[in-house]
């Protein structure tokens, strides 16, 4: 998919306000696909990514949460976080089908992808779901993406 046009959405996110894609797209998105809220993993992934929220917004990326849960599994897990970005509820699977994030089991894979302003993806990575991509890690391989485009 990299390279090819981002399927526009629209979810909910953990207030219940609606999040559209396309309207969102005055910054690149980093969509993070995650298997469960309130997990080990799931929850050092979204920490050590709040935490070092300032050095996303120094790349202008948004990042955004995405899994199958519940709007209200997603607000509580926000709140237990202090999460600064969006958890989108994608119960009904469309979202995470479109963007080949489901597995064999039928929950999220832990998989980044990193949508540009012209609304093409950039960047795609899967990684197992016992293990995530540390900030540091990502930005170095996002930054890469983004020489690598330009010449």
Known sequence: MEGEKAPNFILK????????LYKNLDKKILLVFYPKGHSPVCTKQLTDYNKNISDFKKLDIKVVGINIEETKTHNSFCESLRLSFPLLSDVDKSVSKQYNAINIIGINKRK???????KKIVMEWSVMPFYFVNTGRLLK?????????LT
């Open 13 to 20: 996110d953990q207030e219940g306000n609606e999040f559209e």
């Open 112 to 118: 980044l992808i990193l949508i540009n302003t012209d």
């Open 141 to 149: 391989k996002v930054e890469a993406h983004t020489m690598h485009l």
